[in-house]
């Protein structure tokens, strides 16, 4: 299905369940987040994005917006929660676009 993140249910299936669980999810997260974060810093150092960006900010609101996406696109089936979502991120870093001052 489209919008399906196996990281994303387990999650949900197993974050509560206990707390080495709910850990390694985490460890996961952020090292996806970091991952972004280093897409965003070279973009940032070629002078695609200004140098006053929150590159941990805006690397969470990624990973926020696709993961939140990807739930309510689940549950309702639906791309729209998703493509609303990451639009919504995307246009948030695009705030930070080296032209944009």
Do not use: K, V
């Not at 196996?6 to 999810?25: C, I, M, N, P, V």
């Not at 996806?32 to 609101?61: N, V």
């Amino acid at each position: 299905m489209p919008g399906e993140c196996s990281l994303g249910s387990l999650a949900g299936e197993l974050g509560a369940a206990d707390e080495d669980s709910r850990q390694d999810l985490s460890n996961g997260f952020l090292r996806w987040q970091g991952l972004l974060e280093q897409s965003l810093r070279a973009m940032r150092d070629r002078g695609d994005l200004r140098p006053d960006a929150d590159l941990g900010e805006l690397s969470l609101a990624l990973l926020t917006a696709l993961q939140g996406g990807t739930l309510l696109t689940q549950t309702m089936r639906d791309i729209r929660p998703l493509r609303a979502a990451l639009n919504a991120a995307l246009s948030y870093i695009h705030s930070f676009a080296a032209d944009q001052r």
